[in-house]
């Protein structure tokens, strides 16, 4: 059981039509650039809480769209451990935000597959 729910991929391939490359590749893209943000402050020695939820939202926003469910819960679990509002980084929130970044890896490996057997040679 992989991360990603096809029919939700499939379904917005064929709803998209030919920009279906494009839109999935920039999702993808906003996914890597948010991973990266995260992993930056995870790495800080007090990680802006405020920043860590504004990217966990935006990604929760692809994920959805992009049917990776899995990813979806792993955020949503996130957002319980470290509530927008919070002046403070948690400890619970950096292994959450940990399992996050890692769900991110896989849904994206899940993507780039998904992109190379369907949508290579659609892209404009």
Avoid: W, Y
Wanted: hydrophobic share 45%.
């Amino acid at each position: 059981q992989g991360t990603l729910e096809l029919c939700v991929m499939e379904r917005l391939t064929n709803e998209l039509k030919g920009a279906a490359a494009g839109v999935i590749r920039e999702f993808m893209v906003e996914m890597q650039t948010i991973r990266d943000h995260l992993t930056t402050e995870l790495a800080q020695e007090h990680p802006r809480p405020d920043i860590v939820a504004q990217d966990a939202h935006r990604r929760l926003g692809a994920a959805r769209t992009l049917g990776a469910h899995a990813l979806c819960a792993l955020l949503q679990q996130f957002q319980t451990s470290q509530p927008r509002e919070s002046t403070v980084f948690h400890a619970e929130s950096t292994e959450a935000l940990q399992r996050v970044i890692t769900g991110t890896d896989l849904a994206l490996r899940e993507l780039e597959v998904f992109f190379q057997a369907n949508l290579v040679g659609a892209e404009a």
